[in-house]
């Protein structure tokens, strides 16, 4: 990377308001790794006990989600075998409020119903949630696959604001779904 | 039929002591393979229920645990209230952060589909 690139992006990450960013191939070890790092970031950063585990939570969902569901970015590597998954995280600060946002690409035709599952969480009031997700805990997994994901449900729950998202085209058969929660 | 697992970062601490009739669960939960993590502990339970127990006290203790892991989570109430419903003398107490809602929540929701078993939710202070 030449140095002018590099000076820009620091420029952007080296601001206060960034807790923590991870780019790249997302597995259950970077996971626990990140999760880690987003602990001692938090200490610093966060204002009480409940943000930090509302935000540490959030984070893991998320990163979940992108290990089940995210596919390989456009410049897949080049092994063969199982493919990992490819996303974004970032934690910063606002006014007090952390917000947490991911990104990962997903196949142009999934975008769409992802999209609808998360506006379909944004209308429900807090113990709307709360009963959604209790009756998405008894259904079966194997039923799981219609409306939102148990880990999505527990995002809104622990999000102060509505969890927003939005896909921007990306190359070949692929979109860049990105998601935000604030706590 | 005894277990007992230390905690790591991502799995909590589990013991199932026979000989006390006591199952501790606490720490943290968001395992890697949640299946199994809390496979192991299901057929320790089958196995304690199987020998003629008469009663398990439970306790609970998790500061926090992932979605996937509140799934086995109820999956686990549902098995102790099975053997409450067979005659064993069940007692859960679960105890929770008090200010995390949606433990507390989480809890009072489980308890309230449990028929046999004993739930009492607490303050963990």
């Known amino acids: ?183 | 039929m005894d277990l007992k697992l230390d905690a790591t970062s991502r799995t909590p601490a589990v013991i199932l002591d026979s000989a006390g009739a006591h199952l501790g669960i606490s720490g943290e939960s968001y395992p890697e393979d949640v299946t199994g993590f809390y496979a192991e502990l299901t057929s320790a339970l089958n196995a304690y229920f199987e020998s003629g127990a008469k009663t398990l006290t439970t306790q609970i203790k998790l500061t926090y645990f992932n979605s996937s892991s509140a799934r086995a989570l109820m999956e686990l109430l549902e098995l102790l209230d099975e053997a409450a419903g067979a005659g064993i003398r069940i007692t859960v107490n679960w105890f929770y952060d008090p200010d995390d809602d949606i433990t507390r929540e989480f809890a009072e929701d489980i308890a309230a589909d449990v028929a046999n078993a004993k739930v009492v939710i607490c303050d963990l202070v």
């Open chain 1, 1 to 183: 990377m030449e140095f002018d690139r590099f000076f820009k992006f620091s420029q952007l990450l080296l601001r206060d308001e960034f807790v923590l960013s991870y780019s790249g191939y997302v597995s259950e070890d970077i996971l626990l790794a990140v999760g880690n790092t987003l602990r001692v970031r938090l200490e610093d950063h966060a204002r009480d006990g409940a943000q930090i585990r509302n935000v540490f939570s959030i984070f893991v969902e998320l990163m979940q989600n992108i290990i089940r569901y995210g596919v390989e970015g456009p410049h897949p590597g080049s092994d063969a075998g199982e493919k990992p998954s490819f996303g974004i995280v970032m934690v910063s600060e606002n006014d007090g409020h952390m917000d947490i946002i991911a990104g990962n690409y997903v196949a142009k035709d999934e975008a769409k119903q992802l999209v609808d599952r998360v506006n379909e969480l944004q209308c429900h009031s807090h113990d709307e949630l709360r009963h959604m997700y209790r009756e998405r805990l008894r259904r079966s997994p194997d039923r799981a696959s219609k409306g939102a994901s148990l880990g999505l449900i527990e995002i809104a729950r622990r999000s102060t604001l509505p969890v927003m998202c939005e896909i921007m085209p990306a190359s070949g058969s692929l979109s860049f779904f990105m998601i935000r929660a604030t706590v």
